[in-house]
Structure formats: C-alpha cells, structure tokens
C-alpha cells in the first residue's frame, strides 16, 4: 500500500473540527499496524512530533493514548517511542500528562531491567530535574513508583531525587509526591521506609497546604500497612493525632474516611489503646461533614476494636443519635445496629434501644428509613424475647408517610421473621405488621410485601398461609374499596397456590377466584382470570377444571375490552 495509510491519515488530520481530528489519532493504531516498525520510525513519529507543536490537548490526549497502543504493535522496538512520550509528560493538561505516564509505563513492560537502569531512571532524573517546567516533575514523581523496583544501582539516585521533590517550591509537585509516597514504600526495602520515607512524610503532613496534608492521609495508610506495631506507634501514631487534630476541616475529614482501614492496618492493640480516643475526637468534631463521615467510618471501625473497648463509643453514640444534622442521625442508625451484634445483650438493650426508637420518630425521613432498616439488626442480636418492645414502633413505620420508610420496615420484617423462625412469636408479633402491606397505598411496598411471600410460606408452613393469612386476604376482597388492594389480595393468593397441592387449592383458593371472576371492577375479573388460570395447572379434579373453564369462558363477552382479551388469552394455551 506505500504511503497510502500515513497520507490518508494526514489529510484526516487537516480537518478542522477537533472532534474529527480526534476520531482520526485514535486511528494510529491501525495506520501503524500496516506501516510496519520501520515506516513508524521514519514516517509516523516525525509527523506526531510536527503535530506536537499546534494540536490541541484532546487530540494530544488521544495521541498519548495511541501511543501506548503502538507499543504493543512494536514490543521489541517500543523504546523509540519515549522521546515523544518524555515530551507529552511535560504538557500543561494533566491527563494528556498523565496517559503519558502511563503509555511509558506501557513501553517499560518491554524493556529489560538494564535498560530500565540505562534508559528510562535518566529519563526520569531529566524530568525531574527540568526547572523551568513543574509538569514534567510531576510526571517523574509518577514514573518512579512503578520503576524504583526495577532501577537496578540507580536506586539510590531515585529515593535522593523523591526526597528532594518533597522540599519544592511549587504546592503541584508537593502534592504528587505525597499522593505517591504510600505507593512507592511498597517497592522499597523497609529501613528505606523508616529512615528516608517517614521522614519526607512527616514533612508533608505539616505542609503549609491543607491540599498536601490531606493528600498525605491514604500514604499514611499504606505506609502502615508495611510496618509492625512498634513502627507504626514510633512513626505513624504521631501522624495520626496531629492530622485529627489539623486545622483544616478537609484533613480531619480525610483522616475520617479512612479511619477504619487505618485502624486495620495499625492492628487491634493500637486501635483498642490509641486509636478510640483519637476517633472520639474526631464523631465529636465541630464541622458536621467531618461527623458524618465519622459515622459512616464507624460502622467499620467497630470491627477492629475488641468488645470491651466499645463500652468507650457507647456515650459517643448516644450523643450522635441526638446530633443536629440529620446525615449525622442517619449513620449513627446504623452504627446502633451492628454494634448490638458484638455488645452483650443487655448493655444494648439498656444504652442504646431507646434511642433507636427515638429516631424511628425522627423528623427526617431518612433517618426513619434508616432507623427502620437497624431495628432488624438491633431486634435480631437482642432475641425473640425483646421483640415485643419494638412491635409498636414497627407498626407506626407501617404508618409513616413516606413509602421509603414502610418499605423498609417490611424488609426489617422479614429479617426478623427469617431469623427468629418461630410460629408463635411470629404470629403474635410480626404477622400483624407484615399483613399491613396488603392496604398500603404504595405499589412499591405491596410489591416487596409479596416478594418474600414465598420465603414466609417456606418458612411458617403452608398452614399457615391457608389459615391466618388467607383469612387476611379475603378480608381485604371482602372489605375494601379500592381495587388495588383487592387486585393485591389476588396476587398473594395466586402465590400461595404455587405452594399449595391441588385439593388444597380446589377446596380453599378457588372459590374465593371464582367469586372475584364476578366482581365489578373490570380489573378484579381480569386478575382473576390470570389467577384461577395458574390455578388451574395444579388442580386434577376434572370437575373443578371445568368449573374454571366455565368461569373464563363466560368472561370472553365481558363488555370490557382488556376482560375479554384475558379471557380469550387463557383460553387458547
């Protein structure tokens, strides 16, 4: 073909909508695949370097993109793509930067450690050196992470340059280094850690920037995670107070988001003995947003202090259930939930049950919501004996008028329901909350409330699906106005014919269908055509089979349009 493809590919590239331009880089794949290695050499990447000078950054991007790409194309000669690459590492936008980066990272795949030492720790030490261009120092800062491990004798040189970055001037390379000091301790032997890292990292976090010191929380994690537990109380507890105790509130709420995986990786002993104060500190923050997330992060702290250290979160809980800001309420919900599973049952029952109940009532509806969901968890550690005492506060969620919270409040009922596994309480408690989503004004809940029938019936027994709950049903068929709850009603009858056998259905569900077949409201009579339909499949008597037939077939001269259509439907499978 010649010429033909890089010829094409530049008349595609004279164009003057950005987007076409665009479209025709993410091309140079192809075009390469059919130059071939020397054409890419010759032709294409002299053409990338005229492009350089006069395109714009998405076109830069797509072609920082491409190049990795065409690294894989030519793996054995891939190296002569890093002189273009070096430059685009050096540009003003950050991700025509960053893919640079990361297509360099490409072409080292294919490279032996030698030239990794020779070619790309040079490379590197250039760019980080490059004084009148901060960018291409902060791409260095990135390239040495994946290549310290492979440096060879020039590691040293690396961890000089990384630990001088760290003093710089400009806040951009500071801020990369401290994103990157976590990963790159990975790669290095651990006195380095100790001795080179800890210190640059100490540095950082008393940065004049609150972006640095901020950045420096998920390093501090990392870093952990390689030391034992003398280490990290010498080296990272230190760290960890003065960042709770930072001026800034977007450090302390960093620190926050963290804290739990912070607490694993110090280990139990420092979270029991350091860690709980610290985080006191920090649930009883002035700034509401660094709470809230406080909260959140204490659902997974609780994991990694022992039991009897909880005793000290216990008066934290109890202040955040009463706390201002709702999204703090809400958290703190389920804190109180999960907590109940490790704390023995009556610390539970006597600190923290009445302020669940008290936020069931809460204002916001979704703290209710929440609340609703815990109570579940909370019921359920305290067993079937304290269930009683939330039975009314569950039957007023069934009330609430917001569907979110009913809704939840019916799946709390099957928690409870499929956990304790007991007729009588259910009976006497829980079945009176769950039969509520037969009226509930929300298709939503209705839906959930017949979606775990099956699992109830399975579990309670067909008995009592034919004996409690179907009296249920048919008093809503009987009783109630509105259609939709006997439409309701029908389905959950149609649910217990799946379990039911045959002489159960013929003799218990289908004269109650067969009833509903006359009703008034055209959509009763065709729910129950689909209904006594299913039926039907179970039934063997041939007389009530017939009986079935009879009741549809009368149907197919309903004056109602959609009646009929059902009616002729049943009819014809």
């Given at each position: 073909m010649g010429d033909n493809p890089i010829d094409v590919f530049k008349e595609d590239m004279e164009n003057e909508e950005v987007y076409l331009k665009v479209n025709a880089m993410h091309r140079a794949r192809i075009i390469a695949t059919l130059l071939g290695t020397d054409k890419i050499k010759s032709v294409l990447l002299p053409y990338f370097e005229t492009l350089m000078k006069k395109e714009d950054d998405e076109v830069l991007f797509a072609m920082a993109e491409e190049l990795g790409y065409?690294?894989?194309?030519?793996?054995?000669?891939?190296?002569?793509?890093?002189?273009?690459?070096?430059?685009?590492?050096?540009?003003?936008?950050?991700?025509?930067?960053?893919?640079?980066?990361?297509?360099?990272?490409?072409?080292?795949?294919f490279l032996q450690d030698n030239e990794i030492a020779n070619t790309i720790v040079p490379m590197i030490l250039k760019l980080a050196s490059n004084e009148a261009n901060f960018t291409c120092r902060v791409s260095a800062v990135s390239l040495m992470c994946p290549m310290y491990s492979r440096s060879g004798n020039q590691k040293e040189k690396l961890r000089q340059k990384f630990t001088e970055l760290c003093s710089e001037e400009t806040p951009m390379v500071r801020r990369a280094v401290a994103t990157k000091i976590g990963e790159i301790a990975q790669y290095m032997d651990k006195n380095h850690v100790i001795e080179v890292l800890i210190t640059v990292l100490k540095q950082l976090c008393q940065d004049e920037q609150d972006q640095v010191r901020l950045l420096c929380m998920e390093s501090i994690m990392n870093i952990a995670k390689i030391l034992n537990i003398n280490e990290n109380k010498t080296n990272i507890l230190p760290l960890i107070i003065s960042s709770a105790e930072d001026k800034s509130w977007r450090v302390r709420l960093a620190l926050s988001k963290i804290f739990a995986e912070l607490a694993e990786a110090v280990g139990k002993e420092i979270a029991d003995s350091s860690l709980i104060q610290i985080f006191s500190n920090l649930l009883k923050d002035a700034e509401s947003?660094?709470?809230?997330?406080?909260?959140?992060?204490?659902?997974k702290f609780i994991k990694f202090v022992s039991p009897e250290k909880l005793n000290l979160i216990i008066p934290l809980l109890q202040l955040l259930a009463k706390d201002a800001f709702a999204?703090?309420?809400?958290?703190?919900?389920?804190?109180?939930?999960?907590?109940?599973?490790?704390?023995?049952k009556e610390i539970s029952q006597s600190k923290l049950q009445s302020y669940l109940i008290e936020l069931m009532s809460d204002d916001n509806q979704d703290v209710r919501?929440?609340?609703?969901?815990?109570?579940g968890v909370f019921a359920a550690a305290l067993g079937p004996?304290?269930?009683?005492?939330?039975?009314?506060?569950?039957?007023?969620?069934?009330?609430?008028?917001?569907?979110?919270?009913?809704?939840?409040?019916?799946?709390?009922?099957?928690?409870?329901?499929?956990?304790?596994?007991?007729?009588?309480?259910?009976?006497?408690?829980?079945?009176?909350?769950?039969?509520?989503?037969l009226k509930d004004r929300a298709a939503e809940v209705r839906t959930i409330g017949l979606s775990r029938l099956n699992d109830l019936i399975q579990t309670y027994k067909i008995d009592w699906a034919l004996g409690s709950f179907l009296s249920k049903c048919l008093e809503t068929l009987n009783k109630d106005t509105g259609f939709l709850y006997r439409m309701n009603a029908l389905y959950a009858i149609q649910q217990i014919g799946q379990v039911a056998d045959g002489p159960m259905i013929q003799d218990k569900l289908w004269p109650i269908v067969q009833k509903c077949m006359k009703d008034n409201v055209p959509n009763i009579r065709f729910v129950s055509i689909r209904v006594a339909k299913q039926l039907s499949k179970k039934i063997d008597h041939q007389g009530t089979l017939n009986q079935i037939k009879q009741a549809i077939n009368e149907l197919t001269d309903d004056n109602d349009r959609d009646v009929k259509f059902y009616a002729q439907e049943a009819l014809q499978y």
């Amino acid at each position: 073909m010649g010429d033909n493809p890089i010829d094409v590919f530049k008349e595609d590239m004279e164009n003057e909508e950005v987007y076409l331009k665009v479209n025709a880089m993410h091309r140079a794949r192809i075009i390469a695949t059919l130059l071939g290695t020397d054409k890419i050499k010759s032709v294409l990447l002299p053409y990338f370097e005229t492009l350089m000078k006069k395109e714009d950054d998405e076109v830069l991007f797509a072609m920082a993109e491409e190049l990795g790409y065409i690294a894989q194309i030519i793996p054995q000669q891939s190296i002569c793509l890093l002189p273009i690459l070096e430059q685009l590492a050096g540009f003003d936008e950050t991700v025509v930067r960053e893919q640079a980066v990361k297509s360099i990272t490409i072409v080292c795949n294919f490279l032996q450690d030698n030239e990794i030492a020779n070619t790309i720790v040079p490379m590197i030490l250039k760019l980080a050196s490059n004084e009148a261009n901060f960018t291409c120092r902060v791409s260095a800062v990135s390239l040495m992470c994946p290549m310290y491990s492979r440096s060879g004798n020039q590691k040293e040189k690396l961890r000089q340059k990384f630990t001088e970055l760290c003093s710089e001037e400009t806040p951009m390379v500071r801020r990369a280094v401290a994103t990157k000091i976590g990963e790159i301790a990975q790669y290095m032997d651990k006195n380095h850690v100790i001795e080179v890292l800890i210190t640059v990292l100490k540095q950082l976090c008393q940065d004049e920037q609150d972006q640095v010191r901020l950045l420096c929380m998920e390093s501090i994690m990392n870093i952990a995670k390689i030391l034992n537990i003398n280490e990290n109380k010498t080296n990272i507890l230190p760290l960890i107070i003065s960042s709770a105790e930072d001026k800034s509130w977007r450090v302390r709420l960093a620190l926050s988001k963290i804290f739990a995986e912070l607490a694993e990786a110090v280990g139990k002993e420092i979270a029991d003995s350091s860690l709980i104060q610290i985080f006191s500190n920090l649930l009883k923050d002035a700034e509401s947003d660094v709470r809230v997330i406080a909260v959140k992060s204490l659902a997974k702290f609780i994991k990694f202090v022992s039991p009897e250290k909880l005793n000290l979160i216990i008066p934290l809980l109890q202040l955040l259930a009463k706390d201002a800001f709702a999204q703090v309420k809400q958290n703190a919900c389920l804190v109180i939930g999960q907590i109940a599973t490790i704390l023995p049952k009556e610390i539970s029952q006597s600190k923290l049950q009445s302020y669940l109940i008290e936020l069931m009532s809460d204002d916001n509806q979704d703290v209710r919501k929440n609340a609703a969901q815990s109570v579940g968890v909370f019921a359920a550690a305290l067993g079937p004996d304290a269930l009683g005492q939330f039975i009314p506060h569950l039957k007023k969620s069934m009330e609430d008028p917001k569907w979110r919270v009913r809704k939840e409040t019916m799946q709390t009922v099957f928690h409870l329901a499929l956990t304790i596994k007991n007729t009588d309480i259910f009976l006497k408690h829980l079945e009176p909350v769950y039969v509520l989503f037969l009226k509930d004004r929300a298709a939503e809940v209705r839906t959930i409330g017949l979606s775990r029938l099956n699992d109830l019936i399975q579990t309670y027994k067909i008995d009592w699906a034919l004996g409690s709950f179907l009296s249920k049903c048919l008093e809503t068929l009987n009783k109630d106005t509105g259609f939709l709850y006997r439409m309701n009603a029908l389905y959950a009858i149609q649910q217990i014919g799946q379990v039911a056998d045959g002489p159960m259905i013929q003799d218990k569900l289908w004269p109650i269908v067969q009833k509903c077949m006359k009703d008034n409201v055209p959509n009763i009579r065709f729910v129950s055509i689909r209904v006594a339909k299913q039926l039907s499949k179970k039934i063997d008597h041939q007389g009530t089979l017939n009986q079935i037939k009879q009741a549809i077939n009368e149907l197919t001269d309903d004056n109602d349009r959609d009646v009929k259509f059902y009616a002729q439907e049943a009819l014809q499978y």
